[in-house]
């Protein structure tokens, strides 16, 4: 059967990635809203209503104003917003985090869609707590870079506009209270909420971020080993996983670390450096931020709740 899906914001930078992610698709309808309606409330509501799926490109303000828009109880929600990421009844759209996070998506019906900063952190952390091999309460630090393209339409025009004159590497939220603190401290698990310093590249998508691991006031230290064995074992035993872990390595440098190798599809890979010596690790991951980081995970987690995967 085919199911009806409408996308809220279609025309903004993950809808537009949607829609190309979905437009070869025969087994669904995407609902357009005419230009002029767009922001009309009656006529978004009538969408919104009319849809299998709702998709919510929106601002936070405007998603949970879609979402008060909805009273046909079959129309279910995927968020892409940062509304409802740690709300009360809405299931978190990371499918690989859980063994059963993708069954529980596929029978959701409100989804919030991951942030691209926070999801390679909590893939990288989440399963070593789980598996004890990293304490709730260890002091967590996330460096990265993202492509300009994760400060949406803004942030686009601007870089593309001033081309050769923007920096090539800019720190951003040196106020040390980004807005995925509380998405990242809640589904990595963690006791506090880590130190977050993000950074904008002059590169359009694309992403890395990378958690440095002070393991040598443990308890008990872990190995390098380990901790790769425990991130392969958890990401191992996924049917259809778009997280996957590199070979445990020893080197001074790696091409894989290019926040833009995975540009244009849904893959995460991770990646475990250690100096057991010294009692230290790196934990790096690599993916698209309009990929896994956003559009990708929303048309995996649609699949998900069509029942069309995992």
Not at 124 to 133: D, E, K, V
Not at 210 to 236: F, I, K, M, N, T
Request: some cysteine; aromatic content about 4%.
């Amino acid at each position: 059967m085919t199911a009806k899906i409408f996308i809220d914001g279609e025309h903004g930078t993950t809808g537009l990635q949607i829609r190309g992610r979905l437009a070869e698709r025969r087994d669904i309808e995407v609902l357009s809203i005419p230009a002029d309606k767009r922001k009309d409330p009656a006529a978004r509501a009538d969408f919104l209503n009319a849809a299998d799926i709702a998709i919510l490109c929106l601002p936070d303000d405007a998603a949970r104003e879609s979402v008060a828009l909805i009273e046909n109880a079959g129309t279910r929600v995927i968020d892409a917003s940062s509304a409802h990421r740690v709300a009360e009844g809405w299931t978190y759209g990371f499918a690989e985090m859980d063994r059963d996070q993708a069954a529980a998506i596929r029978e959701a019906q409100r989804v919030a869609n991951p942030g691209c900063w926070p999801q390679g952190p909590i893939a990288a952390l989440r399963p070593l707590i789980a598996a004890g091999l990293l304490p709730a309460d260890l002091p967590v630090t996330v460096n990265g870079v993202s492509g300009y393209s994760g400060g949406g339409r803004t942030m686009i025009e601007a870089y593309e506009a001033d081309g050769a004159a923007v920096p090539h590497f800019m720190p951003y939220g040196l106020t040390l209270d980004h807005k995925h603190l509380p998405e990242l401290t809640a589904y990595a698990r963690l006791a506090g909420a880590p130190l977050m310093q993000p950074a904008v590249g002059r590169f359009a998508q694309g992403m890395l971020t990378a958690v440095p691991l002070h393991l040598g006031r443990l308890a008990r230290v872990p190995s390098g080993r380990a901790l790769h064995g425990a991130l392969a074992e958890h990401y191992g035993a996924l049917a259809d996983s778009a997280v996957t872990v590199a070979p445990l390595a020893a080197v001074e440098r790696s091409a894989e670390l290019d926040p833009q190798r995975h540009n244009g599809t849904n893959a995460m890979t991770l990646h475990v450096f250690a100096n057991d010596a010294r009692a230290q690790a790196l934990l790096i991951a690599v993916y698209d931020n309009l990929g896994k980081g956003a559009s990708g995970a929303a048309v995996q987690n649609l699949d998900l709740m069509l029942g069309r995967a995992g």
